[in-house]
């Protein structure tokens, strides 16, 4: 099935955040139908900065094809703002389905280009933004491919700007849309029955974001089709990494969070180590 055929259904996608290859695979063995590639995740872990604006879309690129080399689901991956104009905008596309692509989240932000939970943030004109859209539609190799389209324009121009800019997104190809950070549940519920009936949405949770925490089935029935948790896997596991060292540092041994970790064979038969040492074996000869 494909993604946009999922998204035609009335139960709600949930795609976990991810940022590597072993992320995808833990998400995908918990059962999940689609993942997102966080631009904010892969700042935080293979640069250790903030989300605004220092990944560069190779770097994006090349993690998705190491992702995709281990999964085979949809994947949502975030582009920022195309990194660029629009003729960027339709090269990250091209790079991004080859690399495995099945959506292109693309943002209305100028630069600096910030996380759609901090403040700053700046907005380039709507005209500009709807044009970016049309390029990438014209890019894309596969009419599968599908562009969401994200406003960030309630944190700069209000509310009801963002409506306005959301539905000529809409009008000039955008296959899902994103309104980021609403403030409340009564916005929330405004953007599902303005767009519900006519084109999918995308919510997204962030803890300790600007938009309150809510559950997928509760977001379902609001009218949302699509919701990401984006960066929570990098919190659990930075909140994890850091007691870990932590205790390490103190006690020179792994002992005291034996309790808290894989040992060395737990993690090989969650990564599937014995599977691809067997079928290693069948190419070299070892085994028949």
Known sequence: MTLRARLSRPEILVAPG????????LAAEAGFEALYLSGAAVAYTRLGRPDIGLTTMSEMADTLALIRDRVDLPIVIDADNGFGNALNAQRTMRAYERAGANALQVEDQGYPKRCGHLSDKTLI????????IRAMADARASDDTLIIARTDAIAVEGFDAALDRAA????A???VLFVEAPRTREQMQTITGRFGDHVPLMANMVEGG???VTGAADLESLGFSLVIFPGGIVRALARTAQGYYQSLRQTGSNAAFADRMFDFDGLNATIGTPGMLA????YDGGDG
Do not use: V
């Open 173 to 175: 190809g955008a296959d």
């Open 168 to 171: 000529a997104y809409a009008e």
């Open 125 to 132: 004109p709507m005209a500009e933004m709807a044009g970016k």
């Open 279 to 282: 079928a290693g074996r069948r």
């Open 18 to 25: 991810i940022y590597d290859g072993l992320t995808a695979a």
């Open 210 to 212: 600007l938009t309150p």
